[in-house]
């Protein structure tokens, strides 16, 4: 007997009007686990448990490829595709021996960087690949490759030896790669490519082993120092003036978050407690303020842009997050070590679309506020608080106590939040509206009077 079978018969025997509010949590609490959120897509894609992740691009139309170390013997690397959101993988062919360090894809052109300084594209899933990039001389691991479209590209290479680092560019494709730069003598990223970040073809970052992080303007050409202050072990920029690194202290041994809105000129530090490693940071695409990070054990997201994290619970002990890639504000991917792989088509459950009160301050406890105006037509604002982070839902009744509206079904951190109701679409009425939070809730009326 399935759980759909078990609610039935709990609900068919009982009185619908006298209990329906005392099962209305157990509803919605099924109902929780029906809805998307991060959802794994490892049994569909079935890699060995002791894989290691490399990276991962993926296209707004349910294309996304990834590269993984798939712990085999006779495999350093493997690429695998999807094209309908990760029901089914199919794996890629890759040229003899390579070791893929990072993957772009923009529609059906792929491109690859290699652990001996190349750089690969296939137009047809593998099927051939060209070889656009390798000289030895100039680079022999190529870390970092970034197309901002099926033309325009930007990719660095280690140092080798007291030779300038690698910064080379392409118009075409990658038919022709150009050297830009001639510094940066004996510079290496010490990572593959979580230390380089360009936002377009001109403006770009890049830390340099122990080194401050620099800057560019001109696409590669020159380079000049940022005010920041740290050991950055990732970069990433949302433009060429907002920016994000996470970095370690090597005086007090803490990890922090550092954010720049002047392109490096001036940074604010953020004390954070985040066990293990870290990997990566997005920003969703539309929403600067909202910024996702994993690593080692975790996975966590901040809507102030960096200031304050919330973890997401993927009850995983270890998580190994490597990569995260998001096309839009909901559809992202998130790549981990051991096989795991997670999808999401609305960022993971997490609201972000509803405006916060003008007021800084922690609340002290949970409310619901009376909606207003009160008697509406057909608008109103219902306001709310909540002092810790929760999953928290909204919910609209008519007068028979059934759901006619979810405003709200999601997690946020603790604040002043308002939610509009438009009831245009319903008869006038009395209504109710509901906050779940945790283990508080609250119900108000309000009346609709068309």
């Keep these: 007997m399935n759980g759909k079978s078990i609610l039935w018969i709990i609900l068919k025997n009982i009185s619908f009007h006298t209990s329906l509010f005392f099962f209305l949590p157990l509803l919605f609490f099924y109902n929780g686990f029906l809805q998307a959120q991060w959802v794994s897509k490892k049994d569909t894609l079935q890699l060995p448990v002791w894989s290691v992740a490399h990276s991962t691009d993926a296209t707004s139309t349910g294309f996304a490829i990834i590269a993984v170390n798939p712990g085999t013997m006779n495999k350093t690397s493997a690429l695998y595709i999807t094209e309908d959101y990760g029901l089914v993988w199919s794996e890629i062919p890759l040229p003899s021996g390579q070791y893929v360090v990072d993957v772009q894809m923009k529609n059906l052109n792929i491109w690859i960087t290699t652990g001996s300084g190349e750089i690969f594209k296939t137009t047809d899933k593998g099927v051939s690949w060209k070889e656009q990039f390798y000289d030895t001389t100039k680079t022999k691991f190529m870390n970092y490759i970034k197309m901002f479209d099926d033309n325009n590209g930007i990719a660095m290479g280690d140092a ?13 494709g990658g038919t022709t790669w150009n050297i830009i730069n001639n510094n940066l003598n004996g510079y290496i990223s010490a990572d593959e490519w979580r230390r380089i970040d360009f936002v377009d073809m001109n403006n770009g970052y890049f830390s340099w082993e122990n080194n401050n992080l620099i800057k560019t303007t001109d696409g590669g050409s020159t380079w000049n120092k940022t005010n920041f202050l740290g050991d950055p072990w990732i970069i990433k920029f949302y433009n060429q003036n907002l920016g994000i690194a996470f970095s370690t202290d090597w005086i ?39 910024v996702w990070f994993t690593g080692q054990y975790g996975l966590y997201f901040s809507i102030d842009t960096g200031k304050t994290w919330q973890k997401y619970n993927l009850n995983i002990d270890e998580l190994g997050g ?35 009160n003008n007021s800084n301050k922690t609340p002290a406890s949970f409310a619901l506020y009376q909606n207003y105006p009160n008697p509406f037509n057909p608008n109103t604002k219902i306001s709310y608080t909540i002092p810790i982070a929760s999953n928290i839902r ?57």
């Design 252 to 290: 007090t041994f803490k990890d922090n978050f550092k954010k720049t809105t002047n392109g490096g000129a001036t940074w604010e530090e953020y004390q954070v407690d985040i066990e293990g490693w870290g990997s990566d940071i997005e920003f969703l695409p539309g929403k600067p303020a909202c």
């Design 394 to 450: 909204i919910i609209v009744y008519n007068s028979l106590g059934q759901t006619v509206k979810v405003l709200e079904n999601g997690f946020k951190i603790a604040g002043n939040y308002s939610v509009n109701f438009n009831a245009s679409n319903l008869p006038s009425g009395i209504y109710f509206y509901k906050l779940e939070a945790g283990q508080f809730s609250q119900v108000k009326k309000m009346m609709l009077v068309k």
């Design 160 to 172: 080798v030896n007291d030779q300038p680092a690698l910064f080379i560019k392409t118009n075409n």
């Design 322 to 356: 490597r990569d995260i890639v998001f096309t839009d504000d909901n559809h992202g991917w998130l790549l981990c070590d051991n096989g795991n792989i997670f999808y999401t088509d609305n960022n993971g459950q997490i609201i972000v679309d509803v405006k916060e």
